[in-house]
């Protein structure tokens, strides 16, 4: 890590973050990078990170690649409760 990473701050953090993983799925059709963004956050990302990453979008998202942009319509919000579709995918993909 870099003395700059090192002093960016957590919104900064969260936006270099949500860009790499947008930019490996812009290998992807478009459609497929898009579910794949929100797919990976919302599996990977505990709900501090999300809320991070949402602080920045709803200030206007400066700084995060459009892919990640469009992904957060179906990027699950911290303070949303999970809906039946959304536990039932989750439960998929532990048994399955």
């Not at 002093?7 to 949500?18: C, D, G, N, T, Y």
């Not at 990027?75 to 995918?89: G, M």
Request: charged share 25%; aromatic share 6%; proline share 6%.
């Amino acid at each position: 890590m870099s003395l700059e990473e090192h002093k960016a701050s957590p919104l900064e953090k969260i936006v270099r973050m949500a860009n790499q993983i947008a930019t490996f799925f812009h290998s992807k059709p478009h459609e497929e990078g898009l579910a794949g963004t929100a797919e990976h956050i919302n599996k990977f990302w505990e709900p501090r990170m999300r809320r991070h990453l949402f602080e920045v979008i709803d200030s206007g998202g400066e700084g995060l690649d459009e892919l990640v942009i469009a992904a957060s319509e179906t990027i699950r919000r911290p303070d949303a409760p999970v809906t039946p579709a959304q536990a039932a995918e989750a439960n998929a993909d532990v048994s399955g």
